[in-house]
């Protein structure tokens, strides 16, 4: 607020409003921030504690308190004896920079990911992976967070396992899908990334053959990439990986591992069948070879879907999963299950990498689940992503996208774009126009599916995106 006038003719450089959710302390910060490079300079004089705090009828703790922040930020100085000013290190608050970012052109897997993750590098998210802010606000209520923090385990290291409480609340959960094991049995980690990486540092070496379906999560292939290993694809079919494909592959280069998502795959939404599950599973005994099952979204999937942790019982597949994508981007917390011969090497592969996971994070994620609450917050994410789902397929069906499988369910789907379609001016232009974007070849480790786009269902029937869209996919469009 502008300095006004108050009852005792003394001027007040700013307001709080008591009914306010945000504490008065922090009103206070941002009030007093808002006119710093404008009305108050490098020099000026703050009002006394005693004297804004009366002004404001609020406690002087709550002034101080604010003040505190300010000094802690460079913003204010302290003189003993003479008070508080501007500090004249104090930065202007200037229009936010937009950080460099990559250009969709020289677009890659980490370079997509920085866009995602960075809201101010676009404005509709129609690409991201992640789900929108108001649908996992309530996901950890405040009753859960006032225990976290009276909670003694948050204040020393966890465990390398993972801290037991956690472990033995997965155990509980994981039972429920028919996935048995004991807790010392399950590795936690920094989501599902890490726990893919500890795998294959352990797993594989140098110039060892890796199977991954086309299309599929393309962090994991640059990954894999990265550790030197021959990637082959498998089609990804609507019911789970092409196994007469696959199974032509295991025979000529004897892979080591295979990663497969069998519920809600990303990018193209689908789920395994249980004839394709068990198919799968009857491959890696013939064959001798490893699968990694990624079940990051496996929690929205129905209860019927299979899990191939389930069916095997951990001889031959490592289970990792992750509470990020549903619980908060902010809880970087996953796991991992595997055979039991390889728990103490990836034990000390985690120990060189990161040392320990967070027992804050952890102490967070566990008490969600003993509270119900987690429970709860799957349930209504659920029916949330049915509506927007079937909302979703209409609005891009209407805007003249091509969606081919019926099947597709879940945060994602997997849009084809009409022949007519310039597929890289498109991109260009929906970079330049603020909307997360990205091409089907991108998640394709052969460069396929140059015409497909992923689509989140929460962002899909955007009216910015429609329109958007509509040129593009006309015929004999500007764009064609």
């Not at 460099?100 to 404005?123: E, L, Q, Y």
């Not at 028919?178 to 140098?206: F, M, R």
């Not at 599929?216 to 990804?236: H, K, N």
């Not at 103490?344 to 804050?360: A, M, P, R, Y």
């Amino acid at each position: 607020m502008v300095k006004k006038q108050n009852s005792s003719g003394e001027m007040q450089l700013i307001t709080v409003n008591k009914n306010h959710a945000d504490a008065l302390s922090d009103q206070i910060c941002d009030e007093l921030l808002k006119l710093f490079g404008s009305r108050l300079h490098a020099g000026d004089r703050l009002p006394s504690v005693r004297q804004l705090a009366s002004q404001l009828g609020v406690s002087a703790w709550t002034v101080n308190e604010a003040y505190q922040r300010l000094m802690a930020r460079g913003m204010v100085t302290s003189h003993p004896g003479l008070g508080y000013f501007v500090s004249k290190l104090a930065p202007r608050l200037e229009s936010p920079r937009v950080a460099h970012r990559p250009k969709m052109g020289t677009m890659n897997a980490v370079g997509f990911v920085r866009n995602a993750i960075d809201p101010s590098s676009h404005a509709v998210s129609a690409s991201t992976g992640f789900l929108p802010r108001a649908w996992i606000n309530n996901a950890i209520p405040p009753a859960v967070m006032r225990k976290v923090l009276r909670d003694p385990v948050i204040t020393v290291p966890a465990p390398a396992h993972g801290l037991l409480e956690f472990r033995h609340q997965l155990t509980t959960k994981l039972s429920q899908a028919n996935i048995h094991v004991n807790p010392d049995q399950i590795v936690t980690t920094y989501g599902v990334t890490q726990a893919v990486s500890l795998i294959c540092q352990k797993v594989l070496q140098a110039g060892d053959c890796v199977v991954i379906e086309d299309p599929s999560y393309m962090v994991q292939q640059t990954q894999l990439r990265d550790l030197g290993v021959e990637l082959l694809a498998v089609p990804r079919r609507h019911d789970g990986p092409d196994l007469d494909v696959l199974e032509s592959i295991v025979q000529q280069f004897r892979p080591r591992i295979v990663f497969t998502q069998c519920t809600l795959h990303n990018p193209t939404g689908t789920t395994s069948s249980p004839a394709n599950c068990y198919g799968l599973l009857s491959l890696a005994e013939k064959y001798d070879f490893l699968i990694i099952e990624d079940d990051v979204f496996g929690d929205l999937a129905p209860k019927s879907a299979l899990k191939l942790a389930a069916l095997d019982a951990f001889r031959r597949v490592f289970y990792v999963s992750s509470f990020t994508k549903l619980l908060s981007p902010a809880v970087r917390v996953g796991f991992l299950i595997g055979p039991p011969t390889y728990t103490e090497g990836i034990l000390e592969q985690k120990i060189l990498s990161t040392l320990t996971g967070s027992s804050l994070l952890e102490a967070i994620v566990s008490h969600t689940l003993k509270s119900g609450s987690y429970g709860a917050h799957i349930n209504g994410l659920r029916r949330t992503l049915t509506k927007a789902h079937h909302s979703a397929r209409i609005a891009l069906l209407q805007a003249g996208v091509v969606i081919e499988s019926e099947a597709s369910d879940g945060l994602f789907i997997w849009g084809e774009l009409p022949s007519t379609t310039n597929v890289d001016y498109l991109m260009k232009e929906a970079d330049h126009n603020g909307i997360l974007l990205t091409k089907g070849s991108m998640f394709s480790p052969t460069g396929s599916f140059e015409r497909h786009l992923r689509f989140n269902v929460a962002h899909a029937a955007d009216p910015k995106l429609l329109e958007f869209l509509r040129p593009f996919t006309r015929p004999k469009s500007h764009a064609g």
